[in-house]
Structures are given as C-alpha cells and as structure tokens.
C-alpha cells in the first residue's frame, strides 16, 4: 500500500521560510516523477512543482517560479520543498504524490485519480 507522509508546514511570516519533507513508501520510488500539489481555503487542489525522477529536471507553477525549490534524495524515498519569500496567497495544506504522466511544456504532473494521498501539511503564512 502506498503512503505518503508530508511535514515541515507551520506558520510563518510573509518573507520567510519554510522546507517541507514527505516520505513515500510501499511503491518504487526513483523511478517515478514527484510533484506538490496545495489546496488553499475554498480552492481546488492545484500543481506546485515536480522533479524528475534522477533529480536534474524540475518545473514549476508560475505562481511559486524563483520563490519555491523541488528536490529529492531517493535514498531516503524523499521528496522536499523549499518555500522561500512565502506569500499570504501561499496559505495552502500541501501534498506530494507520484506522477503518472509530465509535461513538460505547461509543467504539469498528473496523478493517478484513483490514488491515495497522504495527510498533508498545513502551511499558513500571515502578512
């Protein structure tokens, strides 16, 4: 069985910064494309980022481009998220799943629908 397990969310001020984690499990993991994915107040789950699976290419939303890093170690089966100059409008519970698909024009990672996902992290920035 798959699991997805996020932290490294909190509050923070607008400016500062935070390093998000998510440990996978139950599935090969570097083989696979990672993405991030948030849901903010009343919004839909949206794409943040997601790196390839040897690490070298990773692609962003254009609403976190030079603010956010992805990165993965897949010794440790994880990936992670450095949330720089965070916003108010980055208040969001934060989520990691494997791509089953990437494109690489218009940065996107879908996940399989009938997956699961983890818990989350909640991020909220105050300003």
């Known amino acids: 069985q798959v699991q997805l397990v996020e932290s490294g969310g909190g509050l923070v001020q607008a400016g500062e910064s935070l390093r998000l984690s998510c440990v996978t499990s139950?599935?090969?993991?570097?083989?696979?494309?990672m993405g991030w994915f948030r849901q903010g107040p009343g919004k839909e789950r949206e794409f943040v980022a997601f790196?390839?699976?040897?690490?070298?290419?990773?692609y962003y939303a254009d609403s976190v481009k030079g603010r956010f890093t992805i990165s993965r170690d897949n010794a440790k089966n994880t990936v992670y998220l450095q949330m720089d100059s965070l916003k108010a409008e980055d208040t969001a519970m934060y989520y990691c799943?494997?791509?089953?698909?990437?494109?690489?024009?218009?940065?996107?990672?879908?996940?399989?629908?009938?997956?699961?996902w983890g818990q989350g992290t909640q991020v909220t920035v105050s300003s």
């Open positions: 790196v390839t699976w040897s690490g070298t290419g990773k």
């Open positions: 139950g599935r090969t993991f570097d083989n696979n494309a």
């Open positions: 799943n494997f791509c089953e698909a990437i494109t690489l024009v218009q940065a996107m990672c879908e996940v399989d629908p009938n997956g699961s």
